[in-house]
């Protein structure tokens, strides 16, 4: 009788720990696809986006599907994997459309020249707010479309920075 109720108990002990391990296993599903497809906070900081973003650091929450239907546009601050290092990714503005003629200061620290360049198809030119202190279309050019990982819209931290992000 000893063995039959050992038996009893493991196999309900088993059924219970696997039952928790399919519910921990969806969690954790779909915890990805949301962070991957859907929205999925970032912690952004230094002087390239001053005065909108803060310098010491902000977390935004940024949506994953405009990106990929193409409703993303002039004005919009988005993610974007950098063209330079794959491995790191930026937040910018997007200034200029395929299409788009963009006039831009070359060095605004040293000169006052401009030169205008006109962004290709499938591209969209990227600038921080703070021209500055920002590398961005300036210096490696327009960035091709599909780079764009999400599109910011709310800053959840620091507490007074709380609410929508204004274009």
């Known amino acids: 009788m000893g063995l039959v109720n050992f038996m009893r108990q493991w196999r309900s002990g088993a059924k219970e720990a696997l039952e928790r391990t399919a519910i921990v296993a969806k969690f954790l599903c779909l915890l990805h696809v949301t ?3 859907l929205c999925s906070p970032t912690l952004v900081y230094g002087p390239s986006m001053l005065p909108t973003l803060n310098l010491t650091g902000d977390v935004l929450l940024a949506e994953h599907l405009s990106p990929r239907l193409g409703k993303v546009g002039s004005g919009d601050v988005v993610l974007v994997r950098s063209p330079v290092d794959p491995r790191k990714m930026l937040t910018k ?7 788009d003629r963009v006039t831009f200061f070359v060095d605004p620290l040293h000169t006052d020249r401009c030169q205008s360049a006109v962004v290709p198809k499938g591209h969209v030119w990227i ?33 007074y920075g709380f609410g929508l992000l204004e274009q």
């Open 93 to 99: 503005r997007v200034v200029g459309m395929e299409g």
């Open 127 to 159: 600038q921080g707010d703070n021209m500055y202190a920002s590398s961005d279309s300036r210096h490696f050019g327009p960035v091709p479309y599909g780079l764009i990982q999400g599109k910011v819209f709310l800053r959840v931290w620091p507490p």
């Open 35 to 37: 962070n991957t497809y």
